[in-house]
């Protein structure tokens, strides 16, 4: 079945240092979508990058890249010279095609806390 | 922002009372969801729709219905709430907005206390 999996529920970085989020997945799909979402104390997601299963290059949007290693299964979120708004929830998720359906899954989630 | 809203934004309840949530959007997009987030589970599925009358379940339904009469509206039934519905509820909506790429985007949240 399809899976997604963080393994750190929670991550300490200091402010202005790199930072990177773990993210696994598991599917049979050929086809299929992973996105990272963060979500601050306020409470919305917010949509951050995006990977598709045939993009050869990284994604990259700002300081947010995708490290995307599609024979280890793995879709790692970087965010580089990290701010103190960077604090939040941050998921990773992937959209799954069911009997013409999509869908999407979510991972349990990665708390960072980004130190003055 | 992506024009989805929720209604209500926080409803306290009883055990064994129905409550139905509602999912607005202005987007017209033809995929709609709707998920709990409780804490340790991130987010779950609950139901979802991929056009009107067309609903599917996801990982979490039992106790849970939904209906969609109109594109732009997506509801969710407790039929008989318990404790254990105790959550926040998120609607999503599919599709792209003003060019970006496609993903899901968010309802602002409801949260729901069962007593």
């Known amino acids: 079945a399809q899976k997604i999996t963080q393994t750190q529920p929670g991550m300490f970085v200091q402010e202005k240092e790199a930072v990177t989020l773990d993210c696994t997945y598991d599917?049979?799909?050929?086809?299929?979508?992973l996105f990272w979402y963060k979500q601050p104390s306020s409470g919305e997601m917010i949509f951050l990058i995006y990977?598709?299963?045939?993009?050869?290059q990284n994604a990259t949007e700002g300081r947010y890249s995708l490290n995307f290693q599609k024979a280890r299964k793995s879709a790692n979120l970087v965010i580089s010279a990290s701010q103190l708004g960077d604090s939040a929830m941050y998921f990773c998720?992937?959209?799954?095609?069911?009997?013409?359906?999509?869908?999407?899954?979510f991972g349990t989630g990665t708390r960072l806390k980004v130190l003055a | 922002d992506a024009g989805i809203t929720q209604s209500p934004r926080h409803k306290v309840t009883e055990t064994g009372t129905p409550v139905t949530l509602r999912c607005h959007q202005t987007?017209?997009?033809?995929?709609m969801y709707w998920y709990r987030q409780d804490p340790g589970h991130g987010l779950r599925l609950i139901h979802y729709?991929?056009?009107?009358?067309?609903?599917d379940k996801g990982e979490v339904s039992d106790g849970y219905s939904v209906s969609r009469s109109k594109t732009e509206d997506f509801l969710l039934t407790l039929e008989s709430a318990t404790s254990s519905q105790t959550s926040v509820y998120f609607c999503?909506?599919?599709?792209?907005?003003?060019?970006?790429?496609?993903?899901?985007?968010f309802g602002p949240g409801t949260r729901l206390l069962v007593l």
């Open positions: 999503a909506i599919s599709g792209t907005l003003a060019g970006r790429q496609e993903t899901q985007y």
């Open positions: 599917t049979s799909d050929q086809s299929y979508g």
């Open positions: 990977q598709g299963s045939y993009d050869e």
């Open positions: 998720a992937m959209r799954e095609a069911t009997s013409g359906t999509y869908k999407y899954i």
């Open positions: 987007e017209n997009h033809r995929y």
């Open positions: 729709s991929y056009g009107v009358k067309d609903t």
